[in-house]
């Protein structure tokens, strides 16, 4: 069976700044778009059987920087919905909100469309990228990656790992990396985490 391959996408001007930006569809900073190329040499060995990114535009060029044709949007990949709290930085909420976890504690709604999620309704949508993934990976034709965004991926890997949504509070992922889920005596393991070239 093939790996997963996670790739978190390029720098935003808000990842930058810390700003909670799920929604938002930001193009990626000067540094963002060469994070992204940086990333061709490590994914060039590999066959994938299938490439998909969330939709949003900074996974998209991501994805298209680091030399992965095919890509499928995927709308399950797209980030954590920060309802009230998009553009918001932990320390700003914090001011309000101090002791304030967005694994546990959730997130005001936001604007129409957008009521904000839990980590458990993120980790429904995780499940269901799991499901296609793990479609894709029997076929036997390669590896699998997913481009996409930081706590989306967080929760994904919790999941892979038979853990509840939560626990990807555990796992602090970079921009511009790439990180692999694997398996070990038929057991999900994280084989990879942050590598950059």
């Known amino acids: 069976m093939g790996d997963v391959l996670l790739v978190r996408h390029g720098e935003t001007r808000w990842s930058l700044s810390g700003q909670h930006t799920s929604f938002t569809d930001l193009p990626l900073t000067p540094h963002g778009e060469e994070q992204a190329k940086s990333l061709a040499p490590l994914l060039s060995q590999r066959t994938f059987a299938a490439v998909r990114t969330s939709p949003l535009a ?14 499928v949007p995927d709308e399950d990949l797209h980030e954590w919905d920060y309802g ?7 320390a700003d909420i914090h001011r ?3 002791g304030w976890d967005l694994w546990t504690d959730g997130v005001p709604p936001g604007p129409q469309g957008h009521p904000g999620e839990s980590a458990e309704q993120v980790g429904r949508r995780a499940d269901r990228v799991l499901a296609r993934v793990r479609a894709d990976l029997a076929r036997g034709d ?3 990656v997913l481009v996409a965004h930081a706590h989306f991926l967080r929760v994904l890997t919790a999941r892979w790992l038979g853990l509840p949504p939560v626990e990807g509070r555990l796992f602090r992922l970079e921009t511009g990396t790439v990180s692999r889920l694997s398996t070990e005596h038929d057991r999900p393991v994280i084989a990879e985490w942050n590598t950059r070239p």
């Open 96 to 98: 309000d909100r101090p």
């Open 84 to 90: 009230g709290y998009e553009g918001v930085s932990t």
């Open 142 to 144: 390669g590896d699998v």
């Open 58 to 71: 900074r996974a998209v060029r991501t994805a298209e920087l680091a030399g992965l044709s095919g890509a």
